[in-house]
């Protein structure tokens, strides 16, 4: 059985060029399970066994390898294997493959890839980053709105090996404009009818991409409509390709991690956590450790300000920590729903009143429920019942400021064309220390 194989097997094999063990091998698992069996060699090793399986078996293996075995194999394996393993591979991944590699080596590669594949990786490397363009595929299943389901059916038969997917089938006229799409199952189930033209079962209203649509976009429309796949048309409406629910899934996990990473005062790392150099992570987290040093010095500068107070009413500094911390929290909280609502969709800049009525029954509502409990320890400290008020009053003040300040200041970065998450939750609640500072020695002031 495959999945007991050891990998001094494997190199058994290889050492003894077993071409049907290793062929065998190669196509009796998923792809992917095939890979992890595989994950022990070096990648030269890895790149040999995968001589022994069919062009597009050998790209799907390829595909689940991790970047350093991919980017090892492309840089260092023989130049025309390289270059037909490149050919078998989505031209959308392709294109992010070679993205990785020198410009010298990416022209050597691509001068041996045969012209229509090379016209089609050259064309997706024009479009921008983030954009749908650079994430579609040009492998559609795409046909002419005269073919009947007979004629339909023999011509997808003949594509579909060199299909990424075909949930639907796109029509196009003459001039490769997208007029409609038949599900394949519309399309299988016609099979009784097949002198009826395809044109006759094809929707006409068509959930589509444009090319220099944000990637974003592209991944609420599909999660609404809940699609396997969304064509992607240019500003005339000519078909380019489509995004298939897979590539979709790695940007919501891309822009998911961005976000996070963002949201924890993070500059996004380039490559994962362990491949990212010391150097590079201390830069990528020191930025934004400076940039929020400064809300600290103010924080400082406002507790000297207001020394004099805090000197006279010493109590009042025993419960310093607990007002900070509530503004803090409560704005993080806040920040943090407003800014993953903004990145679904659900959330709009326009939505700004009604987001900041919202926040501010939630925040009085939380304020006065902490409020309650802060009296608590308040009677027990404070000098009188009307200096015990001070620490519920500013509770509900502090909460009430953290709420609306962290719900509303990604909203302003949105509009005026930051990106929400550079809000992060460290800087929010840097804001709302000094808001708790000022709060706090002023409401003592007015009640002592």
């Given at each position: 059985m495959i999945n007991t194989l050891y990998l001094p097997e494997l190199r058994e094999m290889l050492a003894e060029h077993n071409s049907l063990e290793l062929r065998e091998f190669c196509m009796a698992l998923h792809p992917g399970r095939t890979a992890e069996f595989m994950e022990g060699l070096s990648a030269h090793e890895a790149f040999e066994v995968l001589q022994f399986a069919a062009p597009t078996l050998r790209a799907e293996i390829f595909s689940y390898f991790d970047e350093t075995a991919q980017m090892s194999i492309l840089l260092e394996e023989d130049d025309k294997q390289v270059a037909e393993l490149i050919t078998s591979l989505p031209a959308d991944d392709a294109v992010d493959l070679l993205s990785e590699l020198p410009d010298d080596r990416v022209e050597h590669l691509l001068a041996l890839i045969p012209a229509p594949d090379r016209r089609d990786i050259r064309r997706l490397q024009n479009f921008a980053e983030g954009t749908a363009g650079a994430l579609m595929t040009t492998e559609a299943a795409c046909l002419d709105e005269r073919l009947t389901v007979r004629e339909a059916l023999e011509k997808l038969s003949r594509q579909a090996e060199q299909l990424e997917t075909i949930y639907y089938i796109y029509v196009v006229d003459?001039?490769?404009?997208?007029?409609?799409?038949?599900?394949?199952?519309?399309?299988?189930?016609?099979?009784?009818?097949?002198?009826?033209?395809?044109?006759?079962?094809?929707?006409?209203?068509l959930i589509v991409a444009r090319a220099s649509d944000d990637q974003q976009t592209v991944t609420q429309k599909v999660a609404k409509f809940n699609l396997l796949a969304i064509p992607v048309v240019d500003s005339d409406g000519h078909m380019l390709g489509i995004i298939t629910h897979d590539d979709v899934i790695d940007v919501v996990m891309?822009?998911?991690?961005?976000?996070?990473?963002?949201?924890a005062a993070v500059d996004p790392?380039?490559?994962?956590?362990l491949r990212t150099g010391i150097l590079t992570l201390s830069w990528k987290r020191g930025i934004w450790l400076g940039i929020l040093f400064f809300p600290g010095m103010f924080t400082v500068i406002s507790l000297k300000h207001y020394e004099g107070e805090l000197e006279k009413f010493v109590w009042l500094t025993w419960f310093l920590p607990l007002i900070m911390g509530c503004g803090g929290n409560s704005g993080s909280q806040s920040a943090t729903l407003i800014i993953t609502s903004m990145?679904?969709?659900?959330?709009?800049?326009?939505?700004?009143f009604k987001i900041m009525i919202r926040e501010l029954s939630t925040g009085l509502l939380l304020g006065s429920g902490l409020g309650l409990i802060g009296m608590i320890p308040a009677l027990l400290f404070a000098p009188t019942v009307l200096a015990a008020l001070i620490i519920p009053l500013t509770i509900l003040l502090v909460v009430t400021c953290g709420t609306l300040t962290?719900?509303?200041?990604?909203?302003?970065?949105?509009?005026?064309?930051w990106d929400p998450a550079l809000m992060s939750n460290p800087f929010v609640a840097g804001i709302n220390d000094i808001c708790a500072i000022l709060l706090y020695v002023n409401v003592a002031r007015w009640l002592l």
């Open positions: 003459d001039t490769n404009h997208l007029k409609g799409v038949v599900s394949t199952r519309k399309l299988v189930s016609s099979i009784g009818k097949s002198s009826i033209r395809i044109t006759e079962l094809m929707e006409t209203d891309e822009e998911a991690t961005e976000d996070a990473q963002r949201i790392l380039e490559d994962s956590y990145a679904m969709g659900d959330v709009r800049v326009s939505d700004w962290g719900s509303l200041l990604p909203m302003f970065f949105q509009r005026s064309g």
